[in-house]
C-alpha cells in the first residue's frame, strides 16, 4: 500500500510504503534529526526563529535587527522626551566630609571618589573590629597575660623591650656555651689591636682604638672561623673588626672580606650614610 505524505524537513511531496516515514530521503531525516535537538530561539525585532550556539543569551536573531531595534528605542527616547523627563536631582550629604552635594542616583552616599574610598576603608575597618576575635597569652618575659587587640600582632611578648630581653638573653647564654666550649686561652683586646696595627681583618680600613657599642666602626674581635662552625677562641683564630664589619659576616663564612665602595654600589648606596660618618670619624680621630 503506498502512502503519500509531505517530508517534514523540505516540505516537498513524496510516496512511500512506510505508514511512519516522516522523511522524503535519508538526509532530510538527519536534517530533521538535528533541528528537533536544537532549541530555537524567537527574535524580538523581526519575530523569526534562529539558533546559534549562544543563542540563549541573545535576543536578536542577526546584527542588523540588533542595530534597528537600538535606533527604535532612541528615536522613541527622543519623541518621549520632554522636560518633566528629566532626571530627579537629589540633595545628599558626604558621609566622610560632612559637604553637601547633588546627585542623580538616590543610592549615592559619598560626594566624590576619593571619600568614597576613605569611606569605605573606615567601614571595612569597622566590620574588621566587630568580627576580630583576640587572642590570649602569657609572655614569655615576664609572665603577664596579655589580651590582643585589632592590629596587634604580638602573639609571644607583650612588647618590642620584652621580645628585646628575651632573645638577648638567649643568645648571651649561647655565646657563653659556645665560648666554654671552643675556650684554648685567654684573648685581649689589646693584643688583638696592635697585632692587627689597627686594621680591620675584614674591609681593610683603619679602626680606632674605640670599643664604644653605640658606634658602627668602633673596634670588635671577631673570630675568623666562627665558633657556631668548631672555631677556637684563641689569638690565632681572631681578629680585629668594625663593629659594622662584624656584624655584616654571616656565621657560616670563614674567609669573608668587604670592598666598602663596590659593596655601596650593588647595593643602591645603601651603605652612604655609614661610610660618610666613617670619614667624619676618621678626621675627628686623625684631628685628636
Known sequence: MEYKKTCAACGSFFVTQNENQSCCSSECGLQLG?????????????????????????????????????????????????????????????????????????????????????????????????????????????????????????????????????????????????????WVEPVTFDAVYYR??????????????????ADIWAATIDHIVPLSRGGKHELSNCQLAHRLCNSTKQDDIEDYHIDWAEKNKLDNGRWTDALTKYSLHTRMQAAL
Open 196 to 213: 692587627s696595627n689597627g686594621v680591620c681583618g675584614i674591609c681593610g680600613l683603619h679602626v680606632s682604638y674605640d670599643k664604644s657599642p
Open 34 to 182: 538535528r533541528r528537533n535537538k536544537k532549541k530555537y530561539y524567537t527574535c524580538q525585532y523581526c519575530g523569526e526563529q534562529f539558533w546559534k550556539p549562544d543563542a540563549f543569551r541573545k535576543k536578536y536573531c542577526s546584527k542588523e535587527c540588533q542595530m534597528a531595534a537600538r535606533s527604535d528605542e532612541a528615536m522613541k527616547r527622543h519623541l518621549n522626551l520632554s522636560p518633566a523627563s528629566e532626571p530627579e536631582v537629589y540633595q545628599r550629604e558626604c558621609l566622610w566630609c560632612k559637604e553637601q552635594f547633588e546627585t542623580p542616583y538616590p543610592n549615592k552616599l559619598y560626594c566624590s571618589p576619593e571619600c568614597a574610598y576613605e569611606g569605605n576603608k573606615r567601614m571595612k575597618r569597622q566590620q574588621w573590629a566587630d568580627e576580630y576575635a583576640p587572642h590570649i597569652f602569657t609572655c614569655l618575659e615576664c609572665g603577664v597575660e596579655v589580651k590582643t587587640e585589632r592590629g596587634d600582632k604580638h602573639s609571644l611578648f607583650c612588647s618590642e623591650r620584652c621580645m628585646e630581653k628575651y632573645h638577648s638573653r638567649i643568645y648571651k647564654k649561647q655565646r657563653k656555651q659556645q665560648m666554654r666550649s671552643a
